[in-house]
């Protein structure tokens, strides 16, 4: 070690760095809380979300976006809903990226996947090839509603973060689980087969939903009830 | 600085299998340099604590992915560090490192050590002052790896470098500080 070196190391030690709080307590609270909360969830949720929560926090921890203190963790296959204290920040970088426009022909050829196709008859049709196994979006002609399809896999597509003028509503759509996300608006992040992010940005009210292999997600309805309309028009489209 | 906690390995093992008392040894003997080290990225007390422990809880959450073989010291330690370079990201503040004010006087009842002959009080200051202004990334290996003693392989999975750029980086930092060190003694 150079002089200079020696100098660094005692200067170290003479730092007025702040006290290191003891975080013990309030790490055993948060590791063992889960098992106190599993009143309100249902079975089904709770299994889905333990399927979920490693692949989650594995994907949390490479993520390289601002997140405060994840208080609690929803999931479904493809998708992850936080509730956070605070909400990441946004890089006003990745707007919104739909996929090209495509026909509704196109977009069944293309995805891994039959979508399921809203009764409204004046959609626009968008393929992303970038996510995993390809993501099918209707966007409605008013530009008011959102449909995204894709097949639910273990890595999560989705990432919703929720601060706490969020309610997250577990809700069972078409039989499958999902949840409803409504109130203040959160961030939701779209990732591509690698993992690298798509699209983050602010979202409002939004259901997501899993329907037999696919996870679906519709933003933009008025009302839980709109919401839950909507998904009952969907139907397999033509083969 | 803390010593590795007894049978760190069992407790770790122990903690895999979900038992939290065996985790609360290990946040207790981590805690300080984990603390630290957020501190020094995220430049505030209140952003160094939340990332310490969102840290330990992430962690815990991933320890089924984490192999006992392995030093548990730096794999714990890069989950912290990752938060609190999140942290730093969203609002670009940084630390400000000071010296504590008792430093600045020579104390008359410890026993002078090596240091502490190599390095009066006015030259300390001036020291750190020179860190304060060196580029942020150089700032940040300089403080990791000698304030808070991490080893180069610490630093770098700190930052999330390669430890061939940590002894880069270091050695830009060292010659800039001795450069700036020729300026002031001119």
Known sequence: MTELERA??????????????????????????PAARRSWFSRRALVLTAAVLAVALAAALAIPSARSALLELFGLRGATIERVERLPALDPATGRRLGAPVSLEQAGEAASFRPLVPAEPDVHVFLDRASPGGAVT???????????????????????????????????????????????????VFRDAGGDVREARLAGNVLLWEQGVLTLRLEGARSKTEALEIAGTLRPAPV | MEGRPPEEKELVERAQRGDADAYGQIVQAYQGIAFRIAYVIAGDATDAEDSAQEGFVKAYRA???????APFR??????????????????????????????????????????????????????????????????????????LD?????????????????????????ARLRERAEVTRD
Do not use: C, M
């Open chain 1, 138 to 188: 209707f966007r409605w002609d008013d530009r008011r509603l959102l449909l995204t399809e894709f097949r639910g896999e273990s890595t999560p597509f989705i990432q919703k973060s929720a601060g706490s003028g969020t309610r997250i509503e577990y809700t069972e759509v078409n039989g499958g689980p999902g949840y409803w996300l409504a109130g203040q608006r959160h961030v939701v």
């Open chain 2, 74 to 147: 730096p794999w714990l330690l890069q989950i912290v560090a990752n938060e609190a370079r999140n942290r730093r990201r969203s609002t670009g503040r940084r630390a400000r490192l000071a010296v504590r004010a008792s430093a600045q006087e020579p104390s008359g009842d410890a026993a002078p050590s090596p240091e502490g002959e190599v390095l009066d009080a006015e030259r300390r200051t001036l020291l750190l002052a020179e860190v304060n202004t060196l580029r942020e990334e150089e700032r940040l290996v300089i403080a990791l790896r000698y304030f």
């Open chain 2, 150 to 174: 991490l080893s180069e392989a610490e630093t770098a999975a700190a930052l999330g470098i390669r430890v061939g750029t940590v002894k880069s980086r270091l050695s830009r930092a060292l």
């Open chain 2, 63 to 69: 320890l089924g992915r984490f192999r006992t073989d």
């Open chain 1, 8 to 33: 660094l190391v005692a200067l170290g030690r003479e730092l007025d760095l702040p006290a290191a709080p003891d975080l013990a307590a309030a790490v055993r609270t948060r590791i063992v809380a």
